[in-house]
């Protein structure tokens, strides 16, 4: 997009922040749920060890030193945090905003019952 290669694309932070500082024109998406841990059903035994690490790992979240993360990634630490706290990390996905984002495309595409399906308690 700085090249002048493409006229539209879709980011997530850091790089939103990164081309609004870079002078262009940002507009957010506003979806409530964008990321989802999922795991591939020949994993079926591991579903509790892998839903535990992710809970370990969202209430370590606001522990985790933004400064090392930052110079890891090779990033300005303000950005870094910026980016970070522009996230909330849950648990677990809300049945009812997923149905809801779902919307039109399970009434024709995916049977009522994929949402319920597909995420575990």
Same mark, same amino acid.
């Given at each position: #997009? ?15 922040? #990164?081309?609004? !500082? $870079?002078?262009?024109? +940002? ?13 591939? $059903? ?6 509790? +060890?892998?839903?535990?690490? =992710? $809970?370990? &790992?969202? =209430?370590?979240?606001? !522990? ?6 930052? @110079? ?7 950005? +870094?945090?910026? @980016?970070?706290? &522009?996230?909330?990390?849950?648990? @677990? ?21 994929? +949402?319920?399906? $597909?995420? !575990?308690?």
């Amino acid at each position: #997009m700085l090249k002048g290669r493409a006229a539209k694309g879709v980011v997530w932070e850091p790089y939103a922040s #990164m081309a609004r !500082r $870079a002078g262009l024109r +940002v507009e957010p998406c506003e979806l409530e749920t964008c990321c989802l841990l999922g795991a591939n $059903a020949q994993a079926e035994g591991l579903f509790d +060890v892998i839903r535990r690490a =992710a $809970a370990d &790992s969202i =209430a370590e979240a606001d !522990r985790v030193d933004l400064q090392a993360y930052a @110079s890891l990634v090779n990033m300005p630490y303000e950005l +870094v945090r910026d @980016s970070v706290r &522009s996230y909330e990390f849950l648990e @677990s996905p809300d049945r009812a905003v997923l149905r809801r984002l779902i919307g039109g495309v399970r009434n024709v595409v995916m049977p009522d019952s994929v +949402v319920d399906e $597909a995420v !575990r308690d």
